[in-house]
């Protein structure tokens, strides 16, 4: 019953996510700000489908761990084992975006704390993130991330290999 009511709040976001025109920057990056909030409220629900969605097929990704991830494949096999994490939760800010007066163009950042569970020790730990993603738009298509940049934010002595 989750998973549906999930779905049933994604869906009026994503069809929002299409809005958006040439020459109206603010409307275009209000059009991907509501898409990326669909995004996490994917990863909440762990709805691999619904995250997947709103990569595209050239997307590349860069995690926390400074894995680079090209591809639709390789994307869906990083978040998959993410959402398979029983600690998994985040927290996100988001932070200043553009969109470009073409309408096809628009990156965002944020700021994040994703919790997952430690290989080390099993336990919860809470990472604190930086994430700035760049969004296209094809004609007549929905907005989708071409590529995303997610990175620890260092704290002074920690390591940052993780």
């Known amino acids: 019953m989750k998973i ?4 049933v709040a994604v869906t009026p976001l994503l069809l ?3 809005c958006g025109t040439a020459g109206d920057p603010q409307s275009n990056l ?3 700000e509501l898409t990326a909030q669909a ?6 629900a762990k709805d691999i489908d619904g995250v997947m969605r709103l990569f595209d097929e050239t997307a590349v990704m860069t995690g926390p761990n400074r894995e680079v991830l090209t591809g639709p494949a390789a994307v869906r096999a990083g978040y998959e084992k993410l959402l398979g994490d029983p600690n998994l939760s985040i927290s996100v800010t988001p932070g200043p975006g553009w969109a470009a ?6 990156v965002t950042t944020s700021d994040a704390n994703l919790t997952t569970t430690d290989s080390t020790t099993g336990q919860a730990v809470t990472i604190p993130l930086r994430n700035q993603t760049v969004w296209h738009k094809a004609t007549g ?3 989708k991330i071409v590529s995303a940049h997610i990175a620890r934010v260092e704290t002074p002595g920690a390591n940052p290999a993780g």
Do not use: N, Y
């Open 101 to 106: 007066s073409s309408g096809d163009l628009a």
């Open 16 to 18: 929002l996510a299409a």
């Open 30 to 32: 209000s059009a991907v």
């Open 141 to 143: 298509s929905t907005w």
């Open 39 to 44: 995004q996490i409220e994917a990863i909440a």
């Open 4 to 7: 549906r009511a999930a779905i």
